[in-house]
Every structure is written in C-alpha cells, then in structure tokens.
C-alpha cells in the first residue's frame, strides 16, 4: 500500500513555530489533508511530543516523535523515532549541555510546550535554535543507539544544511537525506531522498511530503520502505479534494 507521510513538522515550541502551531492543531490539519504519518520535529527539544501523541490517537493519525537537533557544525538534522520516550532522551541529553543562550521572546519568538487541550505547561528560557554539544558523527552514533532515524534536513539549503557548512555529502550511513528541490544535488546515487513540508504554520502542513510503500502507516513500514528504496519525494502540496 501507498502511504502519504510529512516528516519535518515545527510546532509552537521551535522558536520559529508559531503560536497557532499547537499538537492538536498540527494533528487537525494532517488529518484533513489526508497525511497518514507525521512527526513533530522541534528544534532540539521533544518537550511536545507527549501532547503531539494524544493528540494524533484522537485524530486517528499515526505518529513519529523527532527533533530537528542542530549540530556543533551547526548542521540541522532530523531525528526520528517510533516512541515518546525515545525522543524525550535525546531531548534530555540535549538540554544538559545546550549553551545557555538567553532567551529574548520578542526577537527569537515563543517557545512554549502545552498539554493535549493547547493549555501552555511552561516556556523553554533557554534559546533553542543553538549549535548543540553534539558533532555531526556523535549525533549519528546517539541516534544509532536509541534505533532511530538519522536524516540531514534540506541539504539543498544555503544555510544549515550538509552543503552549506562542509560543502560536501560526508560517507555517513544516513537513513535519508531531505531535499527542497528536485532534482537534488549531484552527489551519490545511493542516497535515498526524502521531502517534507518543515511546516511553521499550519496553511504549509502537506506542502511537500513523502509516499511510501509499505503494509501499513509505521515507523518500522517506513524504515522498511527507505532501506528498500520504496519512497518518492513530492514537491508539491497534497490534493486535499
């Protein structure tokens, strides 16, 4: 079967997310669009995954929990994995060596992690769209660890991304790299490609995605279909009828 996926989804916790961008509000909107799986992939913290999951059971919608971790190259990165709690220990890691940047809401904006019901828990006081501890290989040998998904984020990118930090693709045993173009890069034609929305509000949700072959909406049907090279990269909004 053919599935619709969106991989790289902010919510009102990344800096650059905004406020509308709440768990259920992000859940809502794949559902009507017809997503079959989505991740929420802040920047380097997962403090709204817990909601992002009940909110995705009610919506009926299958859910991956991530982190867009900014490496010390200051390389972004998607992280993904099947479970909360697997996301939350990145998380954590992260938090105890993230440089203690101060947080200025009028020019870095909200950064606020809510419960199911979009009732605001607390505010992150730290700025979230730093450089972390992690180097591009020791993020690759955590995430490896915790059996998750290691994705560089829109390589094709002036900023932020493989290319524009070390002008290369390093050999790295990447599950995808994520592209916002087509077509991509000329580098290896072993690299399998992805493409997501990296929605920061919720008109942009769907924008771009991912089909996969798989039996049914999982992270492991997903990790299958990559291994197996069965995913197309869309560039295009999804036909939401």
Known sequence: MRFIADLHIHSCLSPCGDLSM????????ASRIGLSLIALTDHNSALNCPAFAEACRKEGIVALFGIEVTTIEEIHVLTL????????????????????VTYDPERHGDQVYVNEKEEI????????????????DGLLSVVQSLDGLFIPSHIDRPVNSLLSQLGRIPELPYSALEVTRWPPPDISKNQVFISNSDAHIPELI???YTAFEGDRPSFESLRNALEKRKVVPSLSAIDAG
């Open 206 to 208: 769907g924008t771009r």
């Open 121 to 136: 828990l607390g505010e992150v006081d730290t700025y979230l769209g730093v450089g972390t501890h992690f180097s591009l």
């Open 22 to 29: 709440s768990p259920r509000r992000i859940a809502k909107e």
């Open 81 to 100: 994995f099947p479970t909360v709690e697997q996301a939350l220990e990145l998380s954590d890691q992260i938090a105890q060596h993230l440089p203690r």
